[in-house]
Structures are given as C-alpha cells and as structure tokens.
T-cell receptor
Framework: GAGVSQSPSNKVTEKGKDVELRCDPI?????LYWYRQSLGQGLEFLIY????????KSGLPSDRFSAERTGGSVSTLTIQRTQQEDSAVYLC???????????FGPGTRLTVL | AQSVTQLGSHVSVSEGALVLLRCNYS??????LFWYVQYPNQGLQLLLK??????LVKGINGFEAEFKKSETSFHLTKPSAHMSDAAEYFC????????????FGSGTRLSIRP
C-alpha cells in the first residue's frame, strides 16, 4: 500500500488488560511518530523513532506505555494494564526523514471499558 | 518550549463566505508551521506548511495561510467556503532543528451553512 497503515482499526478492551497497536509506515520512511487524539486533550505527541531508536519518548504518559520498532519499519505501541483514561485514537505517522512532512495513518480507536 | 493556540473551537460560516481560522504560536527558534485537516472518520491530511521563504503559503483546496512573525500568527483563510470544507482543522508547529515532533493546537471545527 502507498500510505501508513494501522491495525486494528478499532480495539475494545477491559480495564487492566494489555493491548498492542501496530503501525506500518510508508516504505522507505526512516522516521516514525506516535500521537494520541482524545477528547479534552487534543492531539498529543507520544514518541518518535529514527530508524529503530527512539530519541524522543517525552510524550509517553506513564511507564505503562512503551513502543518499539524493528527492522526500521513496523512499530508496535504497547499499553499495559489499560485504564479508562487511555481511551483515545492512536495515530501513527511517518516521514522520509526527520524534519520532513509527516504522513498520518487512519488511527486505531481504543476503548477501555 | 513550543505551543500553539487556536482561537475558536468551532467556526460556522455560510457557503461562499470567507473562511478565517486563527492560529498563534510560541517558539524560541524559527518555527516550521503547518495546517492539517481531518475530515470525518478520516486521518490527518496536510493542507499547507511554512518552512522558510515566502510568508504567504498556498495549500490544497484553495486554502492559504500567512506567516506573520511580528504577530506570531499563522491564520488560515479561504475566500469562498464550500460545503466540502466542513472538517476539523489543526494548526501545528515544529522545530526543524530537532523536528522530532509536531505540537498541535486543540483544533477548530469548521461548519458550513447552506
């Protein structure tokens, strides 16, 4: 595909469960970003990858949140022991390199019951 | 630290009327500025961006924005609104020196009245 893809598109989970959200960036894009969009908080930066390393994790809200990227491609955002306040749309973006236009995926809507 | 303020969480205009969405930013370094649009149930799409050079930037769908350093503003305009312009618009800023992240404003929902 030509664009950024994310899976699942929707995820409903129970409080306390762990979830994994996946992002497939545009082929050849070295930079990958995770954002969260929630009511009342707008769009928040979570973490940024350049290749497989994460130089900026400043937006991760707590130690329950982690992310990894392997092979300079796919990234997984993991939320452990989910809480209701984690309910949001999680957006992934990629760019050909740091500082260039970011292309956004459709997002994963996470609902924690 | 960088920040973005969008004035008005909801703007409503008549079809054919001028669209003006306001954005002010704060940045300690020369900023890169962006406007993104999010149509219902769709992802974010870049409308336009300012990096360096000409301060009046033209984007897609007839939108344009002007970077005014003295006013720390980057307002988005369109001369004549169309029904298809109804969406959420986000102003954003990044530091090219790091460019590790984009800081978004809280968004403005644009509604178009027939």
């Amino acid at each position: 595909g030509a664009g950024v893809s994310q899976s699942p598109s929707n995820k409903v989970t129970e409080k306390g469960k762990d979830v994994e959200l996946r992002c497939d960036p545009i082929s050849g894009h070295t930079a990958l970003y995770w954002y969260r969009q929630s009511l009342g908080q707008g769009l928040e930066f979570l973490i940024y990858f350049q290749g497989n390393s994460a130089p900026d994790k400043s937006g991760l809200p707590s130690d329950r949140f982690s992310a990894e990227r392997t092979g300079g491609s796919v990234s997984t955002l993991t939320i452990q022991r989910t809480q209701q306040e984690d309910s949001a749309v999680y957006l992934c973006a990629s760019s050909i390199s740091q500082g260039n236009e970011q292309f956004f995926g459709p997002g994963t809507r996470l609902t924690v019951l | 630290a960088q920040s973005v303020t969008q004035l008005g969480s909801h703007v409503s205009v008549s079809e054919g009327a001028l669209v003006l969405l306001r954005c002010n930013y704060s940045s300690s370094v020369p900023p890169y500025l962006f406007w993104y649009v999010q149509y219902p149930n769709q992802g974010l799409q870049l409308l336009l961006k300012y990096t360096t050079g000409a301060t009046l930037v033209k984007g897609i769908n007839g939108f344009e924005a002007e970077f005014k350093k003295s006013e720390t503003s980057f307002h988005l305009t369109k001369p004549s609104a169309h029904m298809s312009d109804a969406a959420e618009y986000f102003c954003a800023v990044s530091e090219f020196s790091s460019a590790s992240k984009i800081i978004f404003g809280s968004g403005t929902r644009l509604s178009i009245r027939p």
